[in-house]
């Protein structure tokens, strides 16, 4: 029973979920970004209503929050992709040997 095929089906599924999760990711990062650049001030205005927050402080968080995200989309999403491709390529350059 030759299982091959399988772990290539499988293997391209997860990359094909993983890509996607990255443009989804990168999406809401500009989306994130975009809101801050133009209403940053609302923002700011509404999140210091509940919380005494410095404009300071708050573009920090903001700007952790963001570096943060970037950082687990290339942890969670990136890496892992990037790591399936590799096994593909290394698959299929052994199947071409065997052959």
Same mark, same amino acid.
């Given at each position: 029973?030759?299982? %091959? +095929?399988?772990?290539?089906? %499988?293997?391209?599924?997860?990359? +094909? *979920? /993983? @890509?996607?999760?990255? *443009?989804?990711?990168?999406? *809401?990062?500009?989306?994130? $970004? +975009?809101?801050?650049?133009?209403?940053?001030?609302?923002?700011? #205005?509404?999140?210091? =209503?509940?919380?005494? /927050?410095?404009?300071? =402080?708050?573009?920090?968080?903001?700007?952790?929050?963001?570096?943060? $995200?970037?950082?687990?989309?290339?942890? $969670?999403?990136?890496?892992?992709? *990037?790591? @399936?491709?590799?096994?593909?390529?290394?698959?299929? #350059?052994?199947?071409?040997?065997?052959?």
């Amino acid at each position: 029973m030759d299982n %091959t +095929g399988n772990i290539d089906e %499988t293997l391209d599924v997860l990359a +094909g *979920i /993983l @890509i996607r999760c990255v *443009i989804m990711s990168v999406i *809401i990062l500009l989306f994130w $970004f +975009g809101a801050i650049m133009l209403a940053g001030d609302l923002a700011y #205005r509404a999140h210091s =209503s509940m919380v005494h /927050l410095s404009r300071e =402080s708050f573009n920090t968080i903001q700007y952790a929050g963001a570096l943060i $995200f970037k950082a687990l989309i290339s942890i $969670f999403f990136v890496l892992p992709y *990037i790591a @399936i491709k590799l096994v593909q390529k290394k698959r299929r #350059r052994s199947n071409v040997e065997n052959k």
